[in-house]
């Protein structure tokens, strides 16, 4: 069965410094996304992208999020410079089409821990 | 601007069916009610959604009442894996690419 595919599973990095996490969407998926989930709290959505373009994104996506599809595979949500508050789980999700159908596959995620 | 309303947590006997229902008395007419689920912190699983007709699948049913303010979902047969916290979710289909997270139903399934 076709899954999303997340790197690293997790990842600890120093307050300040930029990270990149990696997802590998469904192959004939033209939707992707990214949501996090603080340990304790609810998912929350950050950022919708399609054809090259994010499409709806969230109050907490500010500047220092970014998202890009650099090749035709890979899909990254980089943070700038990363505070303490950004430690949670983030998922990446990808469906085939985005408001048509509903269903979103969902990778299992990475935990990004800041200290 | 939680749509939905659902218990916190409820347990089930393994074996058993279980229902589990959500209210979202606000919805309209071109929202649909999708339901997923969060095993132990791993991504969030699709199990179902519809619009005002029941649904079935191979993981679950969704009732909705004909007024379309509530519903519940039916898991006929609960297994010890089925153990996982099960968001209900209010989502348009003409200009929503999210999913809304609320807390969602804790589920335990217990032997």
């Known amino acids: 069965e076709p899954e999303v595919t997340q790197t690293p599973s997790h990842q600890v990095t120093q307050m300040g410094q930029e990270v990149i996490l990696r997802c590998v969407p469904i192959s004939n998926h033209l939707y992707f996304y990214w949501y996090r989930q603080i340990l304790g709290q609810k998912v929350e959505f950050l950022v919708s992208f399609y054809n090259n373009e994010i499409s709806e994104k969230s109050e907490i996506f500010d500047d220092q999020f970014s998202v890009e599809r650099p090749d035709g595979s890979n899909f990254t949500l980089k943070i700038r410079s990363t505070k303490l508050e950004d430690s949670a789980m983030y998922f990446c999700?990808?469906?085939?089409?985005?408001?048509?159908?509903?269903?979103?596959?969902f990778g299992q995620g990475t935990r990004l821990t800041v200290v | 601007d939680a749509k939905t309303t659902q218990p916190p947590s409820m347990d089930c006997a393994e074996g058993r069916a279980a229902n589990l229902p959500c209210n979202h008395s606000t919805i309209s007419g071109n929202e649909y009610v999708y339901w997923y689920r969060q095993i132990h912190s791993q991504g969030p699983q699709y199990i179902i959604h519809?619009?005002?007709n029941n649904e079935t699948n191979e993981m679950a049913s969704l009732i909705i009442t004909e007024d379309r303010k509530s519903s519940t979902l039916i898991l006929p047969h609960a297994t010890l894996r089925d153990t996982a916290v099960y968001y209900c979710?209010?989502?348009?289909?003409?200009?929503?690419?999210?999913?809304?997270f609320g807390a969602g139903t804790t589920v335990t399934v217990r032997a």
């Open positions: 999700a990808s469906s085939e089409s985005g408001i048509l159908n509903p269903e979103a596959f």
């Open positions: 979710i209010v989502r348009s289909r003409s200009n929503d690419y999210k999913l809304s």
């Open positions: 519809g619009l005002k």
